[in-house]
């Protein structure tokens, strides 16, 4: 049993970079499948917005023909009467209009709802994308405290810990010249 507990701390580091990845994984794929899913009521709804013109076109097109049988009756009944023959093609217009108007603002409506599907899609993957990256600079760090990344430990409010300085001698010390780095002056 006292073989197990060190075996499990010195794979925890590993543990924590693969919990990382999957991690990073699950966000991408769930922003990816919000974004579809989003893209796919976008075309729902722009197929929603064609079919209300088209139908507002053919209402109007079938009141239109009534409006012109009323008005064959109106004239069956009495021919001289001109002023109610032309009220009845007026208000016969305006119904037609009425519905062609209702129509397109029904499909108006539709595309807005298009757009904000698709703005909401975007949303959701660039949310993606941030989490993933959180979760990578998460995961990073994890591996750099546990000293599995390079030797490399985290810093302290008091300065440099562990062996960094033995990459890069300047940064526990405070950069000084580039003749540290270069070896001649520049």
Known sequence: MSAVIP???????????????????GTLKGARATQDAANYNAQVNL???????LTAKENARRQK????????GLRA??????????????EEELQVSTLLHAGE????????TARLDIAKGMAARQSGYIG???TLLTGTSDLVESGVLGGLTSTTSAGMSGNISN????????????????????
Do not use: C, W
């Open 167 to 186: 990459y890069y001698p300047d940064l526990a010390t405070g950069y000084s010249s580039p003749t540290s780095y270069y070896g001649q002056n520049i």
């Open 105 to 112: 603002v029904k499909a108006i409506g539709s595309e807005n």
């Open 7 to 25: 075996a499990i701390t010195a794979a925890l580091p590993y543990i924590k970079a693969v919990s990382s990845v999957v991690s990073i994984i």
């Open 77 to 90: 009944l009495d021919p001289d009467k001109l002023d109610l023959l032309e009220d009845s093609a007026i």
């Open 65 to 72: 023909r009534l409006g012109l049988k009323r008005q064959g």
């Open 132 to 134: 993933a990256t959180g």
């Open 47 to 53: 197929n929603n917005a064609n079919a209300a013109r």
